[in-house]
């Protein structure tokens, strides 16, 4: 295994339960800690290095699948960036399968449920919650601030905002003295607090760019809602845009612009992000990658297979062997 991030900074290795669960909770919160699988072993590093007062950095592995609850974060967000294997993030009534493809972000008032698979590994970014509603408040917004909790990866702003992750990263990992300097760190967490909220959609403020309109964006956001809460359906563009008081070629135009992508390719998606899931949690020995693949609408497997594997970066039957 390659060595952990933010090496010079380990708060805990650990082979025992209780003592990652203590340790742990000492730096986020109170929370319930199992290993998932009979003769399985904990192999459990967290590291954690602070910007400022506002932005703590941490990776984190458990080496064996493991379930995390720990209810609701209450005082701070958690952006979970996974580095190798997979996890899937319940946030309030949404569940996130994050991969190399996207992450997850937990709002302070959402509970939260994870399974981390095996050899997973995160980079984690904390920002405290008094630092995001005191920023929200500075831009026109108010009340607490719930975010998405799907951060994809893929989307420009996101890319951009990561680099700025990464250059802290950089500069704590190689021992520098530009981010330990408070006339740095403190606008620079202030840049990372800012940039989340413009990129990411959120309860206290509407997500414009300059080339969309609210009542654009909260097409989008209703038909992305339809999708993730109804994938069962067989979805037409058409009854999309009608579902939420949109022409189908706005809808469209739409989804090109805020997302990048075509409804339908997100429908996709969607999908996958059903199978993968319901292969995690199958018995191989009771069910088969067909009857997955067909409950969710894939009835080629050879496409199913590859659609997956570019998803995923394995194939079904290796997801459900796990």
């Not at 203590?22 to 730096?27: L, N």
């Not at 006339?183 to 414009?208: F, K």
């Not at 563009?237 to 989804?255: K, P, W, Y």
């Not at 899931?277 to 080629?300: E, M, P, Y």
Request: proline residues 5%; charged residues 20%; contains cysteine.
């Amino acid at each position: 295994m390659p060595r952990p991030l933010l090496s010079r900074h380990t708060v805990v290795a650990t082979t025992d339960v209780d003592q990652a669960r203590e340790a742990v909770a000492e730096r986020f919160c109170a929370h319930y800690l199992a290993l998932t699988k009979a003769g399985s072993q904990l192999d459990m590093v967290h590291n954690a290095a602070p910007l400022g007062e506002d932005v703590m950095l941490n990776y984190m592995r458990y080496g064996d699948e493991v379930r995390i609850t720990p209810g609701t974060f209450d005082d701070f967000y958690l952006i979970q960036l996974p580095l190798a294997g997979s996890a899937k993030v319940k946030v309030g009534e949404h569940v996130v399968l994050a991969d190399r493809t996207r992450a997850s972000i937990g709002s302070p008032t959402e509970p939260v449920d994870m399974l981390w698979s095996d050899g997973c590994e995160k980079l984690q970014v904390y920002i405290r919650r008094s630092a995001v509603e005191e920023a929200a408040a500075g831009i026109g917004g108010s009340g607490p601030v719930v975010f998405d909790p799907t951060l994809d990866l893929a989307r420009p702003e996101v890319r951009d905002w990561l680099k700025m992750v990464r250059l802290a990263y950089d500069n704590v990992e190689a021992g520098g003295s530009l981010m330990s300097s408070p006339l740095v760190a403190a606008p620079y967490e202030q840049a990372l607090i800012g940039g989340l909220l413009t990129i990411q959609a959120n309860t206290s403020l509407t997500l414009v760019t300059e080339s969309s309109s609210p009542t654009i964006s909260r097409a989008v956001r209703m038909a992305v809602d339809l999708l993730e809460a109804h994938p069962e359906r067989p979805w037409k563009v058409a009854d999309l845009a009608q579902q939420v008081g949109v022409s189908t070629r706005t809808l469209q135009e739409a989804f090109q612009r805020d997302l990048d992508t075509t409804p339908l390719e997100y429908w996709r998606r969607t999908r996958l992000d059903r199978a993968h899931s319901d292969l995690l949690a199958a018995d191989a020995t009771a069910t088969s990658v067909t009857a997955i693949a067909a409950r969710w609408g894939f009835f080629h497997l050879g496409r199913f297979s590859q659609a997956y594997r570019a998803q995923f970066q394995e194939l079904p039957s290796q997801t459900l062997m796990r």
